[in-house]
């Protein structure tokens, strides 16, 4: 996957570092251990974290249910992080997830890890051929 996806933008980088202040902040071992963050087309950025229990929605479908509750639902670019000691390294969003900002946007970013640790940005679309 070495050539797959683009680097990150200056933009990208302050997504993941407002997802990863949220977990540094709210990082909870038994209730929650993943932040994400959503940015729209005006430049906001909305956030959540997972909810640890008998369902646990991710991190994901918090912040973009946050931004929509906000009247904002352009979206253009989503991460995720969890907590690796004292690391908060980005962590791929799940298929279910990345269905859910396609159904928005496809043609929105999601910025995953590849397995070498390399970080990239991908369109929702590419990262669900033929969805
Ligand atoms: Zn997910």
Known sequence: MANVG????????????????LLR???????????????????????????????????EPVALGAAVAAGDREFVSMVAVCRRGKQYPVLS????????????????????RFRDGRVA???VAESLPGA
């Open 93 to 112: 969003p799940c298929g279910n997830c990345r269905q859910m900002l396609f159904d928005y946007a496809p043609h929105a970013t999601v910025i995953v």
């Open 121 to 123: 940005r991908l369109t």
């Open 6 to 21: 683009r680097a990150l933008r200056a933009e990208d980088r302050a997504l993941i570092a407002a997802a990863k202040e």
């Open 25 to 59: 902040q709210r990082y909870d071992e038994n209730r929650h251990t993943v932040a994400a963050a959503v940015r729209t087309r005006r430049g906001a950025v909305f956030r959540g974290v997972n909810i640890e229990g008998i369902h646990t929605p991710c991190a």
